[in-house]
């Protein structure tokens, strides 16, 4: 799946969510275009792949070979829970517009080199707490940036995932 076709399953998704929540239709559609426009225009930017909550659970069913980096603070949320087999490394919830070592709670360019592995073209996959929180986007960006090809962000995160009944793991 490309990215357009990942972006208009969250836009459905969206739609769906949103449309319960107490505002009209029409209010809702605003909230889904505002989401959909920012992840739209972050994937560009950032030249990553989407990838969706049931891909995800696919790979890690079938134990395939790629690294998972939870972007997510590592006592606010990952030891709280996090999906199976993540390691963290986390990143600011603002969007970044380059490195800056002083948001970064004190890890390295080279301590995420370090973590992604030797092999630029290592399948990655990255994910935060939810679409609109931009820690995902950001270690994608990184990643790419660092010489990564084959990086794909789960903008879901964990709230796609708990929302689709998945478990977390305090591992």
Same mark, same amino acid.
């Given at each position: 799946?490309?990215?357009?076709?990942?972006?208009?399953?969250?836009?459905?998704?969206?739609?769906?969510?949103?449309?319960?929540?107490?505002?009209?239709?029409?209010?809702?559609?605003?909230?889904?275009?505002?989401?959909?426009?920012?992840?739209?225009?972050?994937?560009?930017?950032?030249?990553?792949?989407?990838?969706?909550?049931?891909?995800?659970?696919?790979?890690?069913?079938?134990?395939?070979?790629?690294?998972?980096?939870?972007?997510?603070?590592?006592?606010?949320?990952?030891?709280?829970?996090?999906?199976?087999?993540?390691?963290?490394?986390?990143?600011?919830? !603002?969007?970044?517009?380059?490195?800056?070592?002083?948001?970064?709670?004190?890890?390295?360019?080279?301590?995420? !080199?370090?973590?992604?592995?030797?092999?630029?073209?290592?399948?990655?996959?990255?994910?935060?707490?939810?679409?609109?929180?931009?820690?995902?986007?950001?270690?994608?960006?990184?990643?790419?940036?660092?010489?990564?090809?084959?990086?794909?962000?789960?903008?879901?995160?964990?709230?796609?995932?708990?929302?689709?009944?998945?478990?977390?793991?305090?591992?």
């Amino acid at each position: 799946m490309n990215a357009s076709h990942h972006c208009c399953l969250l836009v459905a998704f969206y739609f769906v969510t949103m449309s319960g929540c107490g505002t009209n239709r029409f209010e809702a559609e605003v909230a889904t275009e505002e989401a959909a426009l920012k992840l739209a225009n972050e994937t560009v930017q950032g030249g990553y792949e989407l990838i969706s909550t049931g891909e995800l659970k696919q790979m890690l069913d079938n134990n395939e070979d790629f690294l998972l980096v939870d972007a997510m603070p590592a006592d606010e949320s990952f030891a709280k829970g996090h999906i199976r087999n993540a390691v963290n490394f986390a990143f600011p919830k !603002e969007v970044m517009e380059a490195w800056q070592d002083d948001v970064m709670g004190g890890r390295s360019r080279e301590d995420y !080199e370090e973590l992604l592995g030797e092999s630029t073209d290592r399948k990655i996959v990255v994910y935060c707490g939810f679409v609109k929180c931009a820690r995902s986007h950001n270690a994608a960006v990184c990643a790419r940036e660092l010489g990564y090809t084959n990086v794909y962000r789960y903008a879901g995160g964990l709230y796609a995932w708990r929302g689709s009944g998945y478990p977390l793991t305090t591992e």
